[in-house]
């Protein structure tokens, strides 16, 4: 079993930065692909950014490209996201998901079996 335990969210006016964060537990951490995704109220879940275990190959979902950057520390199990230029449109609760195994970077919700509770982040205009 994998725990995942988000942090860092909070409210920042639009064109400001925040970097969450995801801890997990366990011993396998190097060997997971770890995922980002949020949900807006009302919407879909919506994928946001994947890395793989070494953090060598890493994909960005459309809205967020050249604003988010991934990454991941595998001495530490926790992986980040660095969200710059926020936008209104980024308010969302932010969700760390993990997927076991040797894969590339992947963007399928249904992909990721670990989830963690969720970091609310909101963007005020």
């Known amino acids: 079993q994998v725990q995942l335990v988000e942090s860092g969210g909070g409210l920042v006016q639009a064109g400001g930065s925040l970097r969450l964060s995801c801890l997990a537990s366990g011993r396998t951490f190097s060997s997971y692909v770890m995922g980002w995704f949020r949900q807006a109220p009302g919407k879909e879940r919506e994928f946001v950014v994947s890395?793989?275990?070494?953090?060598?190959?890493?994909s960005y979902g459309d809205s967020v490209k050249g604003r988010f950057t991934i990454s991941r520390d595998n001495a530490k199990n926790t992986v980040y996201l660095q969200m710059n230029n926020l936008k209104p449109e980024d308010t969302a609760v932010y969700y760390c998901?993990?997927?076991?195994?040797?894969?590339?970077?992947?963007?399928?919700?249904?992909?990721?079996?670990?989830w963690g509770q969720g970091t609310q982040v909101t963007v005020s205009s």
């Open positions: 890395v793989n275990r070494n953090g060598g190959i890493i």
């Open positions: 998901a993990a997927r076991p195994g040797y894969y590339s970077a992947s963007r399928l919700e249904r992909d990721f079996e670990y």
